[in-house]
T-cell receptor, first 113, second 113 residues
Framework: DGGITQSPKYLFRKEGQNVTLSCEQN?????MYWYRQDPGQGLRLIYY???????QKGDIAEGYSVSREKKESFPLTVTSAQKNPTAFYLC????????????FGNGTRLTVT | AQSVTQLGSHVSVSEGALVLLRCNYS??????LFWYVQYPNQGLQLLLK??????LVKGINGFEAEFKKSETSFHLTKPSAHMSDAAEYFC???????????FGQGTRLTINP
C-alpha cells in the first residue's frame, strides 16, 4: 500500500545535539511538507518542497534544515539552534496542485532534555 | 492571504447528538477548503474537501460540510455522534496559486456516553 513513513515514532535527545527525522513516501507525489504541532497551536509549516533539489521555508524555519535529494525522501534536521524543539513533527505529501489534499505520516514525537 | 478560524477549541456532545464544528475562512479568491481528523498520536486524515463543485460536501464516517460564501464559513456536521468520533478536527484553506495549506487551530471533540 502507498503511504508516508516517518521514523522513529519517538525520539529522545539531549539539548545541544542535532537530530534528523526521516520521512519517506511511495505515493509518487511531487510535493512534501514538514509541520510542527504543539498543543493548542494547530499545525505550523516548517519547510516544504515541490520538486527534487528545491525547497522553501515555511512559517517557522529557524533552527531547522531539510534536503530533497530524492523524490521519495524529505528528511528534517532539528539543529541545536532551535530554541524549543520538543514537539510532534508531521510529514506530509501531495500532488503538486493547490486543491490536492495532503497525505500525512503518523508523526515523530521528539523530546529534548 | 488566506486564513482560517475555528470557533471553539473544545466541543463536547452526547453520543447520538448533533455534531457541529465551526470554521470560518478568509480568502481573496475562491477557496479550496478541507477538513481533517486526527486521532491521538497519529497523523491527519482527510475527511472531506470543497473544490467549487457542490456546496454541500459529503465525507467519510458520516460527516458533511456546507460551503457558504456569504458567511465565509465551512462548518462540519454529523447528525448523530458516535464514541469513535472523539478526535481533533482541523479546517484548512488553500487557493489557486497558493503553494501550501493554511490550517486552523483545531477543535477537540469529546463524546459523552
Amino acid at each position: 500500500d502507498g503511504g508516508i513513513t516517518q521514523s522513529p515514532k519517538y525520539l529522545f535527545r539531549k539539548e545541544g545535539q542535532n537530530v534528523t527525522l526521516s520521512c519517506e513516501q511511495n505515493l509518487n507525489h511531487d510535493a512534501m511538507y514538514w509541520y510542527r504541532q504543539d498543543p493548542g497551536q494547530g499545525l505550523r509549516l516548517i519547510y516544504y518542497s515541490q520538486i527534487v533539489n528545491d525547497f522553501q521555508k515555511g512559517d517557522i524555519a529557524e533552527g531547522y534544515s531539510v534536503s530533497r535529494e530524492k523524490k521519495e525522501s524529505f528528511p528534517l534536521t532539528v539543529t541545536s539552534a532551535q530554541k524549543n524543539p520538543t514537539a510532534f513533527y508531521l510529514c506530509a505529501s501531495s500532488m503538486e496542485q493547490y486543491n490536492s489534499p495532503l497525505h500525512f505520516g503518523n508523526g515523530t514525537r521528539l523530546t529534548v532534555t | 492571504a488566506q486564513s482560517v478560524t475555528q470557533l471553539g477549541s473544545h466541543v463536547s456532545v452526547s453520543e447520538g447528538a448533533l455534531v457541529l464544528l465551526r470554521c470560518n475562512y478568509s480568502s481573496s479568491v475562491p477557496p479550496y477548503l478541507f477538513w481533517y481528523v486526527q486521532y491521538p498520536n497519529q497523523g491527519l486524515q482527510l475527511l472531506l474537501k470543497y473544490t467549487s463543485a457542490a456546496t454541500l460536501v459529503k465525507g467519510i464516517n458520516g460527516f458533511e460540510a456546507e460551503f457558504k460564501k456569504s458567511e465565509t464559513s465551512f462548518h462540519l456536521t454529523k447528525p448523530s455522534a458516535h464514541m469513535s468520533d472523539a478526535a481533533e478536527y482541523f479546517c484548512a484553506v488553500s487557493e489557486k496559486g497558493a503553494q501550501k495549506l493554511v490550517f486552523g487551530q483545531g477543535t477537540r471533540l469529546t463524546i459523552n456516553p
